[in-house]
């Protein structure tokens, strides 16, 4: 299981630059999103002796949403499954009843692909550019699904806006020239709370971001626990794809750092050991978007406090690895 201590409350934003206009970096911080917990309204009726008719009574209903995958030991994919298969801890207590459950094998997408742009991945930079585009070229159909591009050195940088359009969005990812320190922490707090959290909330939708990057940060105003707070608001899972390729020491620091962020998530970290291995990752990414379950359920002794509460899914079978993200933030009043 993840960490399951709160991450602390996040500091003044980055004040990202960009090449189209985009939402204030400067905005409130916003509360938890409704597809991590959501307050809905259920009707029941409640006849009063003697009325032949119903009073409608609202009752308010809390209900929590997560999307997950199952893998066997083999790391295969594991798609067969029913609700039967599992049971659902929330804040350390077992949940009663698993109210929904279904295969999620085509959602539609919302994808954030955040390249680091830095001095210290120039040598690799080109391949990483055309494996990026050959996975959204894979991965997002027309009408259906939506990507953005950002890069980053000392700060992120839009260079495309949400859009379904290969074209857009490949000559977005060719903007992108390698310079300056590397603001990584900055980049995913902006990703999630200026463009995932501020898009059109769809319940049935799948928002990813994909993390290239060596890891290394020294140019951020928040901090990592900071950062993946907010893509836990934003109900994004993250994946990161380290470009350190096998290395040592303190880049092995810092791909411990990624395994955090994807771990915190629900998303995977990638360690290629070459740079060939880079397009295997975008294609693994493709593949864990189109393999994954879904479940809602209310929580146990839940309150609208604002806190963070830890989840952990379960499967019944023995030899199930079951990756979710660890947690999410209660709404506030």
Do not use: C, W
């Not at 379904?164 to 709370?193: I, Q």
């Not at 975008?282 to 406090?305: M, V």
């Not at 690895?321 to 009043?333: F, H, N």
Request: hydrophobic share 35%; net charge negative.
């Amino acid at each position: 299981m993840q960490q399951k201590t709160a991450p602390p409350k996040p500091a003044p934003s980055p004040q990202p630059s960009q090449t189209q206009a985009a939402p204030s970096a400067a905005a409130e911080q916003p509360s938890a999103p409704a597809a991590t917990a959501t307050n809905k309204s259920a009707t029941e009726d409640k006849p009063e002796a003697g009325d032949q008719g119903g009073i409608k009574i609202v009752v308010p209903v809390n209900e929590v949403n997560v999307v997950f995958t199952v893998t066997d030991r083999h790391n295969h994919y594991v798609k067969d499954l029913a609700k039967t298969d599992f049971k659902v801890v929330d804040d350390e207590r077992p949940v009663d009843q698993i109210r929904s459950f279904r295969r999620e094998t085509d959602l539609p997408l919302q994808v954030g692909l955040l390249i680091d742009a830095s001095n210290s991945i120039r040598d690799r930079f080109k391949f990483e550019q055309e494996s990026a585009i050959e996975f959204l070229n894979d991965t997002i159909r027309r009408r259906y699904d939506q990507a953005f591009v950002i890069g980053f050195d000392e700060k992120p940088e839009l260079t495309q806006d949400f859009t379904d359009n290969m074209e857009a969005l490949s000559n977005g990812v060719r903007m992108l020239h390698p310079g300056g320190g590397t603001a990584l922490y900055d980049a995913l707090y902006y990703a999630s709370r200026d463009k995932l959290l501020k898009s059109s909330q769809v319940d049935s939708v799948r928002r990813a971001i994909i993390l290239v990057t060596d890891g290394e940060d020294n140019a951020s105003h928040v901090t990592r626990e900071e950062a993946i707070e907010m893509a836990l608001r934003a109900d994004a899972i993250v994946y990161t794809i380290s470009t350190n390729f096998g290395g040592s020491g303190e880049s092995d620091k810092h791909d411990k750092i990624l395994d955090r962020i994807a771990e915190a998530t629900g998303g995977r970290s990638f360690r290629p050991f070459q740079l060939s291995d880079v397009a295997n990752a975008f294609s693994e990414i493709q593949d864990d978007l189109r393999s994954q379950y879904a479940l809602s359920y209310h929580p146990a002794n839940f309150a609208k406090d604002g806190r963070y509460r830890t989840i952990e899914i379960m499967a019944n079978r023995k030899g199930l690895k079951v990756r979710s993200r660890s947690g999410y933030y209660a709404p506030a009043e």
